[in-house]
């Protein structure tokens, strides 16, 4: 079976653009949850969608925003970047929400920002 | 706020020999614990877990020990291996939460010598 699938691998913007990050869920998984990773640091957690509801969000600004699709993909919208934005992003899915379900991560879209 | 954390930001172990990686956690109230294996260029990637009603757990050539009088958390590798080399990444969910938030720690690199 495929596992988490993320889309661009690799993705250079310009600071005030708009990037958006995609990502398809294990099949069968209905929970999708973002996370950004700054070089050198673990995840920080952005959001986290079940069944096309948002169930939770981290401290992040509201040029972050996410949605989820009927077939539970999901994809990240970053408006406005900054250069501060440049992280490595992954996706994270599981078969439903609360602590314990396992996660099952994706490789990551590396966003640089110039 | 809370946080996990982690002791050493680098290990350097011998082929064969045990390591031990350490985590402290600041949530007393944290349910369940987990750690991730991270290589180069891909997501993390699920080792084990130990949820807060239990001391220890094993798995396979892994054990983790939880002390929640100290809110510390290790992970045990038995007889590294060349492919054990990656960041490992303690993570806690809050417990009661709703959702699938991860936190995690900054994470040890684990550099194993043949």
């Known amino acids: 079976d495929a596992g988490v699938t993320q889309s661009p691998t690799h993705l250079i913007k310009t600071r005030g653009q708009q990037v958006t990050l995609r990502c398809s869920p294990i099949?069968?998984?209905?929970?999708v949850s973002w996370y950004q990773q700054v070089l050198g640091q673990g995840p920080q957690f952005i959001f986290q969608?079940?069944?096309?509801?948002?169930?939770g969000r981290g401290n992040f600004p509201d040029r972050f925003s996410a949605r989820q699709f009927p077939n539970y993909s999901s994809e990240l919208n970053v408006n406005a970047l900054l250069l501060g934005d440049s992280a490595l992003y992954l996706c994270a899915s599981s078969t439903g929400t609360g602590p314990f379900y396992e996660q099952y991560f994706g490789p990551g879209t590396r966003l640089t920002v110039t | 706020g809370e946080s996990v954390g982690l002791h050493l930001p680098t290990l350097s172990v011998q082929e064969g020999d045990n390591s031990i990686i350490n985590c402290a956690y600041s949530n007393s109230a944290s349910d369940y614990f987990i750690w991730y294996k991270q290589e180069s260029g891909k997501g993390p990637q699920f080792i084990i877990d130990?949820?807060?009603?239990?001391d220890k757990r094993q798995g396979q050539r892994v054990t983790v020990l939880l002390n929640k009088t100290v809110k510390h958390l290790s992970l045990q590798i038995a007889a590294t291996q060349p492919g054990d080399s990656a960041v490992y990444f303690c993570?806690?969910?809050?417990?009661?939460?709703?959702?699938?938030?991860?936190?995690f720690g900054t994470g040890t690199l684990l550099a194993v010598q043949p």
């Open positions: 130990i949820r807060s009603n239990m």
């Open positions: 099949s069968g998984h209905k929970s």
């Open positions: 969608y079940y069944e096309k509801e948002e169930r």
């Open positions: 993570a806690d969910t809050p417990w009661g939460g709703a959702t699938n938030k991860l936190i």
